[in-house]
């Protein structure tokens, strides 16, 4: 009884510790960019819902700077849908997204 007790113990534990450990994902950046060039087109040079600049545009520390932006955007619109999208991607994805954004049009 007391091993039982033990290793569910291990387990909620380690559920606690480390929430992400099952639903781990591999970053693959090309179907991710796919994904990206849907709405933004195949070189980023479409406006996007009436935005001011096309991202094909924008350099990288400006990616980032709009990444953060959505990232602390509240719900609902289209700073809502990007902030819904740019969530499932941590700082170093982020970047890898912005330089190919970046090298794309050089």
Known sequence: MFIKKVVIGSVLLSALLFPNFLSAKNFNLEQTVKKCQKCHGEDFEKKVLHATRQIGLFSKS????????????????????????????????????????????K
Do not use: C, S
């Open 62 to 105: 400006e990616l980032m700077e709009v990444f953060d932006k959505y990232d602390k955007a509240p719900d609902g619109g289209r700073k809502g849908l990007m902030k819904i999208i740019l969530k499932k991607y941590n700082t170093q994805e982020r970047e890898q997204i912005a330089d190919f954004i970046v090298n794309k049009n």
